[in-house]
């Protein structure tokens, strides 16, 4: 089992920059990519970005490419999303996802951060 937990959401302007951590226990040994995936109001949950745990380059949204950049630190098990030049339409919760070497899903979620971008 894995544990996912998030942080540092909150309220910024249009044109701000928010850093989102997200703090992985348990079996990491087991990871294989770690996401960011949001969900706006009244809509469906969508992929932002992943990196894969170990090795592996990064993945984008192309509504988010050349804003947010995702890294990782293996020291720590944390999996961050620096998210810079924010829009209104960046407004969502935020998710961490986990997804295993075994099973190649998204397998494992934390609890989500609110971001809220004001115009």
């Known amino acids: 089992q894995v544990q996912l937990v998030e942080s540092g959401g909150g309220l910024v302007q249009a044109g701000g920059s928010l850093r989102l951590s997200c703090a992985a226990s348990?079996?990491?040994?087991?990871?294989?990519?770690m996401g960011w995936f949001r969900q706006a109001p009244g809509k469906e949950r969508e992929f932002v970005s992943s990196?894969?745990?170990?090795?592996?380059?990064?993945y984008y949204a192309a509504s988010v490419k050349g804003r947010f950049t995702i890294s990782r630190d293996n020291a720590k098990n944390t999996a961050d999303l620096q998210m810079n030049s924010l829009e209104p339409e960046d407004t969502a919760v935020y998710y961490c996802?986990?997804?295993?070497?075994?099973?190649?899903?998204?397998?494992?979620w934390g609890q989500g951060t609110r971001v809220t971008v004001s115009s």
């Open positions: 348990g079996r990491t040994v087991d990871m294989y990519r």
């Open positions: 990196i894969g745990w170990t090795y592996g380059g990064p």
């Open positions: 996802a986990g997804m295993t070497n075994r099973r190649r899903t998204w397998d494992y």
